[in-house]
């Protein structure tokens, strides 16, 4: 059976071998006789599966014992509050760059807990845009700088790592770990939902330098307290086993690809032949700046929005999934994730330019 190619935003596609793998361990896991599912987290068995992956991404991110992984729950929107619960750490305020839908999600969520100072906005600019370096007005007594490196409804993608000095960057990354070589050591704490590049979503991934533990605001929960996680090895409580085996298996995925520069290779060239299609076009249109177009997640506009139909409609006939834009912006929204083909993308290309030719 070929399987029809899926464009959402996440919940998103996982990688073909990843699925196979995961059915013929599905009833006996290495002889164990269980589905991974169905075991004691803190059994040996799934506590091989746990140490795997969490040294797999530690290898394929190339992240140094200074920080911790963490494998939570509650997705990117409970880092959103656990951010500044833990990382505030006696300051009263925290800078925060504010780039679109998800940024704004994290600042209004960081109100709650002190007053965040926006070092930019592009807003004004309808997000469509990265802010350069020159553009970021920090603040030296802030405790930490948040911003969102790929900002998944607007396909707008920072191509540098803003330079925060000595305040500790937090980045949400959850549309785009694991698309390309990271430098892990720029970072304070890193978080991302797994449900695009990682795994199946309720698997939410922090990584932690270890000295930003510590401190947390009075009142914070302990399931909202990174240092009960890292002193439990995420094991407080139960974790999102089943998530976590499936994440372990898209790592060993990742690896025996060659890693992330191979990934990123295959990436660079996905978005490349996508955005051209829409370039080389009257018909089609995306609004984003060259310099900060996301290689993850491609809107799209039709000249004309009363087609917008009979393109989803067409694209759904040609196997080619999820294409509907995010409400807020409208339009098209082609999200090309790791586990997105090649031929996915070129499948999707040769549809866009037949619709043009014949509709547009
Ligand atoms: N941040 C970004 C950049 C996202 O793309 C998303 C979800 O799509 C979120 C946060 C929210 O993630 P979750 O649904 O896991 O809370």
Same mark, same amino acid.
């Given at each position: ?29 290495? &002889?164990?006789?269980? %589905?991974?599912? @169905? ?5 040996? #068995? *799934? ?22 992984? /963490? ?25 925060? =760059? ?8 994290? =600042?209004?969520?960081?109100?709650? *807990? %002190? ?28 405790? !930490? ?8 409804? @607007? &396909?707008? #993608? ?28 720029? *970072? ?24 930003? =533990?510590?401190?947390? /605001?009075? &009142? ?54 996508? !955005? ?12 984003? @700046? ?45 999200? =090309? ?24």
């Amino acid at each position: 059976m070929t399987r029809p190619y899926n464009f959402s935003a996440g919940p998103a596609m996982l990688p073909e071998p990843v699925l196979q793998r995961a059915r013929e361990e599905m009833l006996d896991w290495h &002889g164990s006789g269980m %589905c991974p599912a @169905e075991m004691s987290h803190r059994g040996k #068995e *799934f506590m091989s599966i746990a140490e795997r992956a969490e040294t797999d991404l530690r290898e394929l991110l190339g992240i140094s014992d200074d920080y911790r992984v /963490l494998f939570l729950q509650g997705g990117a929107s409970s880092q959103f509050a656990m951010v500044p619960m833990n990382l505030l750490r006696g300051h009263t305020s925290a800078d925060y =760059i504010n780039t679109g839908s998800w940024s704004k999600k994290a =600042i209004a969520e960081a109100r709650r *807990f %002190c007053t965040p100072s926006i070092a930019a906005s592009t807003e004004d600019d309808r997000f469509s845009r990265a802010p350069v370096q020159d553009e970021l007005k920090l603040s030296s007594d802030a405790a !930490y700088v948040h911003y969102t490196p790929n900002e998944t409804i @607007e &396909g707008v #993608e920072f191509p540098d790592i803003p330079d925060t000095g000595d305040v500790p960057l937090v980045a949400d990354m959850s549309s785009t770990l694991l698309s390309r070589p990271l430098d892990v050591s720029r *970072f304070g704490l890193i978080y991302a939902g797994a449900q695009k590049n990682i795994g199946p979503a309720g698997l939410t991934i922090v990584i932690l330098r270890a000295d930003l =533990i510590g401190e947390t /605001l009075p &009142g914070t929960p302990a399931m909202f307290d990174y240092g009960i996680h890292a002193k439990n090895d995420s094991m407080y409580n139960t974790p999102p086993t089943y998530a976590w085996y499936l994440a372990g298996l898209v790592f060993a995925w990742l690896k025996e690809l060659g890693g992330l520069e191979a990934m990123a290779e295959i990436n660079r060239r996905k978005a490349a032949k996508l !955005y051209a299609a829409i370039d080389d076009s009257k018909f089609y249109a995306n609004p984003v @700046e060259l310099r900060a177009r996301s290689w993850m997640n491609v809107p799209f506009t039709l000249a004309d929005p009363n087609l917008d139909g009979d393109f989803l409609a067409g694209a759904k006939d040609a196997g080619l999934l999820t294409l509907k834009g995010h409400r807020s912006v409208g339009g098209m929204r082609a999200s =090309i994730y790791n586990a997105m083909p090649e031929a996915g993308v070129e499948a999707l290309v040769d549809f866009m330019r037949e619709f043009e030719r014949t509709r547009g």
